[in-house]
């Protein structure tokens, strides 16, 4: 049977699966807010061993902000899977924001000092690292604002067939 002629429920189908999809990606960037997001790692060749020191991401500022939008996009997601699907479209814009937040932590000049590089050969090697939990957060608001925006996607297509 053709999609236009299906009954309403399930053209929601696809509608809901973007909104349930959107509601997953949100709870994975609140759950990457509080992975290690940076970290400093001090090796020696000369005596063999390594340390290192990590920074989750709600330690800074930047992934306290990530945290909230993170919260705020699950709620949107879960709203849309309780509702109407095309609330969780809503969940882009703190997906937009927290993807910023992501950047700007990396690029943020005033950290500048945690990441100075020293190297003395063999010595001693100290050099500031981006860990996991940035990348899956990363990962995590640019999937949450690709489902967001596909839960419009089926509204669009039915608005045209109807015209």
Do not use: K, N
């Not at 189908?13 to 960037?29: E, G």
């Not at 705020?72 to 703190?94: C, Y």
């Not at 949450?144 to 045209?160: E, G």
Request: include cysteine; glycine fraction near 8%.
């Amino acid at each position: 049977m053709a999609d236009y002629l299906s009954p309403g429920p399930a053209r929601r189908r696809p509608r809901r699966a973007h909104a349930f999809a959107v509601t997953i990606a949100a709870a994975l960037l609140v759950f990457c807010a509080i992975l290690p997001w940076a970290g400093v790692e001090a090796s020696s060749d000369l005596i063999g061993g390594a340390v290192s020191r990590d920074v989750r991401g709600t330690d800074d500022g930047f992934g306290v902000y990530t945290l909230i939008a993170g919260m705020a996009a699950l709620a949107f997601g879960l709203a849309g899977l309780i509702t109407r699907p095309w609330i969780a479209a809503l969940a882009a814009l703190p997906g937009a924001l927290a993807t910023l937040m992501l950047v700007l932590y990396v690029t943020d000049p005033a950290g500048a000092a945690d990441r100075v590089s020293v190297d003395l050969g063999r010595v001693l090697s100290v050099e500031p690292v981006i860990r996991y939990g940035w990348f899956a957060a990363l990962a995590s608001a640019l999937a949450l604002i690709v489902f967001a925006l596909l839960t419009l996607t089926p509204a669009l297509a039915s608005r045209a067939d109807q015209s």
